[in-house]
């Protein structure tokens, strides 16, 4: 049984940076990969960034340079570390997994419930 639950999330001003966790059960993370997503009220969930199985690491234009996507492995927990945040990234964000690779497309099979980031001007 997958489980995964997102934390961390919170109201920033713009230019803070927030650390999200997502503490995953019954993932291995040598079978699957690993993503953050994020949506806007009234917007698509869109991919922010992945960890395939193999370790390599994906960004979306929309986080690169200032968000870094890792995992402990020993704890089995993901992590999205964001720094110069912006009023546009403000969203609920969302943990997923799964063993087929889907990259940013938002067809994996296990989510988490979210965690709110609000980034205030």
């Known amino acids: 049984q997958v489980q995964l639950v997102e934390s961390g999330g919170g109201s920033v001003q713009s230019g803070g940076s927030l650390r999200l966790s997502c503490a995953a059960s019954?993932?291995?993370?040598?079978?699957?990969?690993m993503g953050w997503f994020r949506q806007a009220p009234g917007k698509e969930r869109e991919g922010v960034a992945v960890?395939?199985?193999?370790?390599?690491?994906t960004y979306a234009d929309s986080g690169k340079g200032r968000f870094t996507i890792s995992q402990d492995t020993a704890t089995n927990t993901l992590y999205l570390q964001m720094n110069s945040l912006k009023p546009e990234d403000t969203a609920m964000y969302y943990c997923?997994?799964?063993?087929?690779?889907?990259?940013?497309?938002?067809?994996?099979?296990?989510w988490g419930q979210g965690t709110q980031v609000t980034v205030s001007s």
């Open positions: 997923a997994a799964d063993t087929r690779r889907w990259g940013f497309r938002p067809y994996y099979k296990y």
């Open positions: 019954g993932v291995t993370s040598s079978r699957y990969d």
């Open positions: 960890i395939v199985s193999d370790g390599r690491s």
